[in-house]
């Protein structure tokens, strides 16, 4: 038996802990960073480690790995101090002292080891520790272990394969961490992780940047879907070649501290999840705290969802929660949760699913993860403290991806692999091309129904190398908002008081009846001319994401004033009925050819995915070959 250590104690000054530290230790103290790793833990008080990053998943690495027994170092000096295990299941709110655990250690100015198995109950999810300190204790060197046969342990060679398109100061940043915490430490990844950039814009130092653990790709912009095939045929042909390719945005803050962990699980991972891809999860960079989602799913009507409720990772409750989640799959109104996927913003893919079932399908950005997931259908790996921070969705709304790329790429990957076969996409299509009607935004309108146009174009199209043009395109095309303070002069003209404005008065809808219900959905909200909805200079003022629809503030408008609150901008629509026919009318031609041709683009897309997700074809449609 040897002891593999699987987790290092992590106490850190990185931002996203700073405002966030019962993420790392509930304490009563401060405890502050000295030098060289070593932290000291201030005064007479209470240090609990049974955290979102620094409590051992106990019940998942049981069921994902090899390991049985687990056990505990750490070393400390300075004050006396007790310490002791803690545990929490699955109604913990505060964690429980283990009984017979504690250990009383001297004052001492020497280091002293403190090194334990750990006690494991029947009812654990997590176990941690705690350290009650009489004064200043110094503390380093801590980690859990798994005891483990030595030929269990696996020989990984994990690829961390990110594409970046003038995201200079997130890369630069993660660049400079991973060469520092990942490469230059004494953990078993130091020697067996190469990190791929993939440069979508061309934009960074190759010569700076490169080293014997970093590479730097300068890529043609082929968009996310583009710049992860690039990664992952890198990682299938470097020397040594990657047993595992982690895909990770470039706009995150990471902790290498994951990055190791995640390493570490791969090492000893069973045989029932050898194959498993890992899904990180997505904190919230603006609350630290808050998970926003882990895992998603394609619901019936066509959209996409996460599959956890969002939770705080600051509170123990939560943190224990986030590991005893199943998904619902048994209940009736949830076997559409079946169809779930891991997002690319961390997802660790074994190179043997990649050399199985092929790269992306080359839809430039947008459901390229998904389908790719669905693709696979493997097991699904996740861990408290395997995440990157992101800024949340509603704060980076951009409609040429929510309407057309969301509507062109869900229907190629749906009749090129069937990935969501339980989802209606023509329904979840006609529902946003209505609901941008009904709110006045015709230019969005016309988003959705180029993306339908662009799918019937079938699959010859899109393997040409028009993504990147088309996505251009759509951003040209939608709708353009303006600073608030530019519009002022036109917004108090209509009535708006605009000094008065606030996100509740935004967002806050009004009760509508049924009758004026029907009336708004027949009408789309006074598009149509006949049934008389609209009010003569009546003006509302909504936010301007894609899927708000406060139907009782709309009904009746004549003029919609859509704010976006996280970017200050503003714009105003005016019903136009001509507007509506046209689009109405180009809508029903599409539809008419997409419901004619269902069989041929069925067949064809579905024939065209296996060169369209070839080696040979992104190699291509990359220029790295003939």
Not at 140 to 164: D, F, H, K, S
Request: charged share 25%.
């Amino acid at each position: 038996m040897i002891n593999f250590k699987i987790a290092n104690i992590l106490l850190s000054e990185d931002p996203q802990f700073l405002g966030s530290p019962h993420m790392l230790c509930r304490s009563t103290k401060p405890f502050v960073h000295i030098q060289d790793g070593n932290w000291c833990l201030k005064g007479a008080g209470k240090h609990d480690f049974t955290t979102f990053f620094n409590a051992l998943s106990i019940k998942k690495w049981r069921k994902y790995s090899f390991a049985e027994k687990f056990g505990l170092h750490f070393e400390v000096r300075g004050s006396a101090c007790s310490v002791y295990q803690t545990r929490a299941g699955a109604f913990s709110y505060y964690s429980d002292a283990v009984e017979g655990t504690v250990r009383k250690i001297e004052a001492s100015a020497d280091w002293q080891t403190v090194d334990f198995e750990i006690v494991e109950g029947p009812s654990d999810v997590i176990v941690a520790f705690a350290i009650e300190c009489e004064g200043d204790v110094q503390f380093r060197g801590g980690y859990y272990y798994a005891m483990v046969e030595r030929e269990q342990v696996r020989e990984v060679e994990l690829a961390l394969c990110t594409t970046t398109f003038k995201k200079e100061d997130f890369i630069t940043r993660n660049i400079g961490l991973v060469k520092d915490q990942i490469l230059g430490s004494d953990d078993a990844i130091a020697g067996h992780f190469h990190m791929h950039v993939v440069d979508n814009g061309r934009t960074l130092d190759v010569e700076a940047l490169d080293s014997d653990g970093v590479s730097v790709h300068p890529n043609d912009n082929a968009g996310g879907a583009g710049g992860f095939a690039r990664g992952m045929i890198e990682a299938m042909e470097s020397n040594p070649k990657a047993t595992h390719a982690l895909l990770m945005d470039d706009d995150v803050l990471i902790s290498p501290e994951s990055i190791i962990r995640t390493f570490n699980l791969l090492s000893l991972v069973n045989d029932e999840y050898k194959d498993a891809f890992i899904s990180g999860a997505m904190m919230n960079m603006d609350e630290p705290y808050v998970r926003w989602e882990e895992m998603g799913y394609i619901g019936r009507e066509g959209a996409f969802h996460p599959i956890k409720p969002v939770a705080r990772m600051d509170v123990l409750h939560d943190v224990v929660a986030n590991e005893t989640f199943d998904i619902p799959t048994y209940i009736s109104d949830c076997v559409d949760q079946e169809q779930h996927y891991a997002a690319w913003w961390y997802c660790v893919i074994p190179m043997t699913q990649i050399e199985k079932h092929g790269l992306p399908v080359p839809v430039f950005v947008r459901g390229d993860d998904v389908e790719y997931s669905r693709r696979c259908k493997p097991k699904f790996i996740t861990m408290n403290s395997i995440c990157i921070w992101h800024l949340s969705f509603h704060m980076r709304y951009n409609a040429a991806q929510e309407r057309y790329q969301m509507t062109r790429n869900c229907l190629i990957d749906q009749f090129a692999s069937n990935f969501a076969p339980m989802s209606d996409f023509a329904a979840q299509i006609r529902g946003a091309f209505n609901l941008e009607l009904s709110k006045f935004n015709y230019a969005n309108a016309e988003l959705v129904l180029q993306g339908i146009e662009d799918f019937l174009k079938g699959p010859e199209w899109i393997m040409q190398p028009v993504a990147q043009k088309a996505f251009m395109d759509a951003n040209k095309n939608a709708e353009k908002l303006r600073p608030i303070d530019e519009l002022r002069g036109e917004l108090v003209e209509l009535g708006v008081d605009v000094d008065g404005l606030t996100d509740w008065k935004i967002f806050r809808d009004r009760p509508l009846d049924g009758r004026s219900g029907k009336k708004y959905a027949i009408t789309r909200n006074g598009n149509r001319s006949f049934g008389k909805v609209t009010e003569d200079g009546k003006v509302v003022v909504i936010d301007n994401v894609g899927w708000a629809e406060p139907i009782g503030k709309l009904y009746g408008a004549e003029y919609i004033v859509a704010v976006d609150i996280p970017n200050g901008k503003a714009v105003i629509r005016h019903k136009d009925a001509a507007k509506f026919q046209e689009l109405e009318k180009r809508y029903q031609a599409d539809k008419a050819d997409y419901r004619k041709r269902y069989d041929e683009l069925k067949r064809a897309y579905s024939e065209a995915l296996p060169k369209m997700t070839s080696v040979a074809f992104w190699k291509k449609y990359l220029g790295l070959s003939d």
